[in-house]
């Protein structure tokens, strides 16, 4: 397994619309395997593999308390959304140490492959709901801090972009 590259918003690539995976083989269970070790790695929650600069609808996640049962979603759908939502505190791997509130639905039922390429359906609330939204809307080329103000977004950028000179 390989730790990941994972893209840092404002990177152009953050916003490419993932495909859908053709086919669950080798290379996705191995991509799936070195996400999953990316995601510990950054003591995330969650990871979509746009994050990592590849554009198939992949996505790994692990809410669990003891942080070793993760959460696999191929070619994931949502095909049930509760209307109920609420305002949470949200953060992102490839916007680090930004912490602003989403509106997210409360409760989610999602389809996807598993890393057998069998569809299984998820009924999701709370944490694993939102954590699936926000991984799902990175397939979309979506990053949490689009849903925030212009102000906000336009000073996070700018941050960001700091930092990330700084780096360099």
């Known amino acids: 397994m390989a730790l990941l590259p994972i893209l840092q918003y404002p990177h152009p690539r953050l916003h490419i619309v993932a495909k859908p995976v053709l086919a ?4 996705i269970q191995a991509l799936v395997a070195d996400m ?4 510990y790695a950054a003591k995330g929650i969650g990871l979509a593999a746009t994050q990592v600069d590849v554009h ?11 942080r070793d049962n ?6 994931p759908e949502l095909v049930w959304t509760s209307a109920e939502t609420h305002l949470k ?4 791997l490839s916007v680090p ?5 989403v509106e997210r ?6 389809r996807a492959l598993n890393l057998q390429g069998q569809t299984h359906t998820i009924e999701a609330d709370g944490l694993l709901a939102v954590c699936i939204q926000h991984e799902m809307d990175h397939l979309l ?15 996070i950028k700018k941050k960001m972009l700091k930092a990330q000179k700084e780096e360099a």
């Open 105 to 110: 639905c409360d409760a989610v039922h999602v």
């Open 89 to 92: 505190e949200e953060g992102c």
């Open 141 to 155: 080329g979506r990053v949490f801090v689009e849903y925030l103000s212009p102000l906000k977004r336009n000073r």
């Open 56 to 66: 198939e609808r992949v996505v790994v996640m692990d809410v669990s308390d003891e």
């Open 70 to 75: 993760p959460l696999v979603l191929i070619n």
């Open 36 to 39: 999953i070790a990316t995601m």
């Open 24 to 27: 669950v083989d080798a290379r």
């Open 97 to 101: 140490g930004i912490y602003d509130c």
